[in-house]
Nanobody
Framework: QVQLVESGGGLVQAGGSLRLSCAAS????????MGWFRQAPGKEREFVAA????????YYADSVKGRFTVSRDNVKNTVYMQMNSLKPEDTAVYYC??????????????????WGQGTQVTVSS
């Protein structure tokens, strides 16, 4: 069982930056690939980024490639997502998720076992 808690969301102007964190409970954090998803009002939850167990491989949705960077610290049991050059269309609730399968990358919701409660990111124009 893994519990995930996101933080770092907020209100930022277009062009600005935010860094999201996702803290995981338990001693087996390094056995999970981690993903970030987002859900805008009235839209389905969508994949944003993923990082493998060691942190050596990452994968991004085209919409954020070159602007967002995902990383992890397996000592601190935390995954991060640095978001730069934010756009109003990045406004959403951002969720982190844990994937125990060992396959990388997974990008679909049902492929992830555990989810956080989400953190709101709002980008003003």
């Amino acid at each position: 069982q893994v519990q995930l808690v996101e933080s770092g969301g907020g209100l930022v102007q277009a062009g600005g930056s935010l860094r999201l964190s996702c803290a995981a409970s338990g001693r087996t954090f390094s056995s999970y690939a981690m993903g970030w998803f987002r859900q805008a009002p009235g839209k389905e939850r969508e994949f944003v980024a993923a990082i493998n167990r060691s942190g050596g491989s990452t994968y991004y949705a085209d919409s954020v490639k070159g602007r967002f960077t995902v990383s992890r610290d397996n000592v601190k049991n935390t995954v991060y997502m640095q978001m730069n050059s934010l756009k109003p269309e990045d406004t959403a609730v951002y969720y982190c998720a844990a994937d125990s399968s060992g396959w990388f990358p997974h990008t679909r919701l049902h492929e992830f076992d555990y989810w956080g409660q989400g953190t709101q990111v709002t980008v003003s124009s």
